[in-house]
């Protein structure tokens, strides 16, 4: 538990060259940044979110609530957009490498052309504040 980490990968642009990261691990320590074609990173940038983990005896779990201000995205009339996305887990326990949609070793979940894809979102009026989701990282 205390080596497992998950990332959490958006590509608001959908273009499989830019990613919004945050990562956190068991105790609830969080970490962000921005990938440009999983090969240059902004670590400088401070997104703001919250995340909130619980340990059990068989786990962990974690609550991560990012606000929509936080997250980079076309702002245009259409009501639905298309985004990449991908879930990471890193157990360096045993050196487990779980993920939403794989990709190839030699890459990191940011390397978005690999990744996932949300279809029809609708993203948040200016008055929303946060997107929440649970997630629990031993269904991986």
């Not at 080596?3 to 105790?27: E, P, Q, V, W, Y």
């Not at 487990?96 to 978005?112: L, W």
């Amino acid at each position: 538990m205390a080596h497992d980490l998950i990332t959490l990968t958006f590509d608001g642009f959908n273009d499989k060259r830019n990613a919004m990261c945050f990562a956190s691990n068991a105790f609830g320590v969080q970490r962000d940044y921005l990938s440009f074609d999983d090969l240059y990173y902004d670590v400088d940038w401070d997104g703001l979110w919250k995340v909130r983990t619980t340990r059990t005896d068989s786990g962990w779990y974690a609550e991560i609530a990012i606000p929509w201000q936080t997250l980079r995205y076309k702002k245009t009339s259409d009501s639905l957009q298309n985004w990449g996305f991908n879930m990471y887990r890193n157990r360096r326990l045993t050196n487990e490498i779980s993920s939403f949609s794989p990709f190839p070793r030699v890459f990191s979940a940011s390397r978005m052309e690999y990744a996932g894809v949300l279809k029809n979102l609708q993203p948040a009026t200016a008055q929303a504040k946060y997107s929440c989701a649970t997630l629990c990282p031993d269904f991986l």
